[in-house]
């Protein structure tokens, strides 16, 4: 029910933008996240936004060279990405939250909906 897009091939240092639409949503999520997923490693969060308040929730890792945000009246949120190295290299879901709580989980099990994933690919 989530379609993302933007991924590919980058070198080291270049930038990449991601976009994750919800076409013929028929849910209402308040917060939307991206989570990555590297070969062999856990799916770990990356960022996040809450839609009641516009606030956003970046993870350490990421923090300064990622930025999230996104348009709730198009049911959209965005990655982009900066400084990009060959550890940022996986595949980069992004998630609705849909039940109501307290700021943004950074727990994969919380998220209800799912897209199907875009390859990001950082050569050195």
């Known amino acids: 029910q989530l379609q993302a897009s933007g991924g590919g091939l980058v070198q080291a240092g270049g930038s990449l933008r991601l976009s994750c639409a919800a076409p013929g949503r028929t849910f209402s999520s308040y917060v939307m996240s991206w989570f990555r997923q590297a070969p062999g490693k856990e799916r770990e969060f990356v960022a996040g936004?809450?839609?009641?308040?516009?606030?956003?929730y970046t993870a350490d890792s990421v923090k300064g060279r990622f930025t999230v945000s996104g348009d709730n009246g198009k049911s959209t949120v965005y990655l982009q990405m900066n400084s990009l190295s060959a550890e940022d290299t996986a595949v980069y879901y992004c998630?609705?939250?849909?039940?109501?709580?307290?700021?943004?989980?950074?727990?994969?099990?919380?998220?209800?909906?799912w897209g199907q994933g875009t390859q990001v690919t950082v050569s050195s």
């Open positions: 998630a609705a939250d849909i039940v109501r709580r307290i700021g943004v989980s950074t727990d994969a099990k919380m998220y209800g909906v």
């Open positions: 936004i809450r839609w009641n308040t516009g606030n956003t």
